[in-house]
């Protein structure tokens, strides 16, 4: 299975896993399952870091990569055509990151794996 991780998603994983669902773990840490990160998650992890929402021990430009390297996660670019894809979107959720993330995995046929209820009002598969 293809997943892509939502934003909080990757933070817990690395920083509070007892709060992922037991089937997001089981998900994760399955070999046969490919996980992917998208760029829009690091750009809203930057926003958060610079508006002093999230903290880290150290730099992000550094941490997120070598995070995705040791957990084999894959990055996935925005492309132009994920942006002009959110144009085609009901207007279910109003966050532009998760709304990017939609797009992708529609485009990219990949279940989003997120604890966010109103991602499930798309036509993506969520797995919680």
Do not use: C
């Not at 990055?75 to 532009?96: G, S």
């Amino acid at each position: 299975m293809k997943l892509l991780l939502d934003t909080h998603v990757f933070l817990w994983w690395l920083s509070d896993p007892d709060r992922l669902s037991s089937t997001a773990r089981e998900r994760m840490v399955d070999s046969r399952n490919r996980l992917y990160f998208s760029a829009a998650s690091s750009w809203e992890i930057a926003i958060k870091q610079g508006l002093g929402k999230i903290r880290f021990a150290g730099s992000i430009t550094a941490i997120l990569p070598r995070a995705m390297q040791e957990q084999a996660v894959t990055p996935l670019p925005v492309e132009h055509v994920h942006a002009f894809h959110v144009t085609k979107l009901p207007l279910h959720h109003r966050d532009p990151f998760d709304r990017m993330l939609v797009a992708q995995a529609q485009l990219e046929t990949l279940a989003i794996l997120s604890a966010d209820p109103q991602l499930g009002a798309y036509d993506v598969e969520i797995v919680w």
